[in-house]
């Protein structure tokens, strides 16, 4: 017998929250803030708008559906299943955060902030759950066939190291030093003639077309690069070289590019330590030392964003 879909609602503690836990009451909290010259009002309005968005989206799982809540801090030890559909509750941000650690998934995001957040991804408000839910059930899961529900699959970045260590990301994956120290490595585009470069910068940047709207699009940017930036549902990835530093031993000749499907890009380490992280989230990072390779390119994963 199959299960009933779960609806695991994603969310992230609030400023207010953290503020309470910090200094134990609200009045304490207000102190502290007004002694920075912030008033408690704001942030205390903004708990209350993600408390309220949270609750009416909870109201609206369907009743024969199992449900679940897991908090941004926990996304690596929760255990998402095939028949999962995920709310994300929150900012555009938290739908990256959650992107890495599902397979397929369809994902509904929330605005739980309406005007604060730029909507690329919490697409919808917290009234439209209720529809958005019924379509997916309708559909199998698949957030296709209903008018305003089709699922958009939002090409994804991945790192594999040569001892078979993964991770994915929706904007970009930061390969580089863990401090401000100089990141030492040998670069190469594999599927082209152009022989490997050793390198000294202070790390790499491969993204997405969603991140195209955010990180990489800076330096991007910064350095008015000729390249077009992929959209988020291209298989491309665009790619940066971060301060590359000319030196008799390291050159500054490929400092970026585009990855098409089935291309990688391929850093072996000469440091004594280099980390890997995608979407910011330094804390689930993979660490590499010295003489490891890591290819980075197109996922096969997608994240289905409905609607």
Do not use: C
């Amino acid at each position: 017998m199959s299960l009933a879909p779960r609806a695991v609602l994603v969310h992230r503690t609030t400023e207010y929250e953290e503020l309470l836990a910090r200094h134990g009451t609200h009045g304490q909290a207000a102190f502290f803030l007004s002694s920075r010259d912030r008033g408690i009002e704001d942030v205390r309005e903004r708990y209350e708008r993600n408390r309220r968005a949270l609750a009416e989206v909870a109201a609206a799982v369907p009743l024969a559906w199992r449900q679940a809540r897991v908090e941004r801090a926990d996304l690596d030890r929760f255990l998402f299943g095939p028949e999962d559909v995920v709310v994300v509750v929150g900012q555009d941000g938290l739908v990256a955060n959650v992107a890495k650690y599902l397979a397929g998934q369809p994902v509904i995001g929330i605005d739980a902030d309406p005007g604060r957040n730029a909507g690329v991804l919490v697409r919808h408000r917290p009234k439209d759950a209720r529809a958005l839910l019924a379509a997916v059930e309708r559909t199998g899961s698949s957030g296709t066939g209903a008018p305003g529900t089709g699922a958009d699959e939002l090409t994804m970045v991945e790192a594999v190291t040569d001892d078979a260590q993964r991770l994915l990301a929706l904007n970009e994956i930061y390969l580089g030093p863990p401090g401000h120290q100089t990141a030492r490595y040998t670069l190469a585009v594999e599927d082209r003639e152009a022989a490997p470069e050793p390198q000294a910068s202070s790390g790499v940047l491969i993204g997405t077309g969603t991140g195209a709207t955010g990180w990489l699009r800076s330096l991007w940017q910064q350095r008015s690069s000729p390249l077009r930036l992929p959209a988020p549902t291209d298989p491309r990835l665009a790619w940066f070289v971060r301060e590359a530093w000319p030196s008799p031993t390291t050159g500054t000749t490929r400092v970026e590019g585009v990855l098409s499907s089935g291309q990688s890009l391929r850093l072996t380490v000469e440091s004594d330590r280099l980390v890997a992280f995608g979407d910011g989230m330094e804390a689930d990072a993979l660490h590499l030392t010295w003489g490891q390779t890591v290819r980075v390119g197109v996922a096969s994963t997608a994240l289905r964003l409905v609607g």
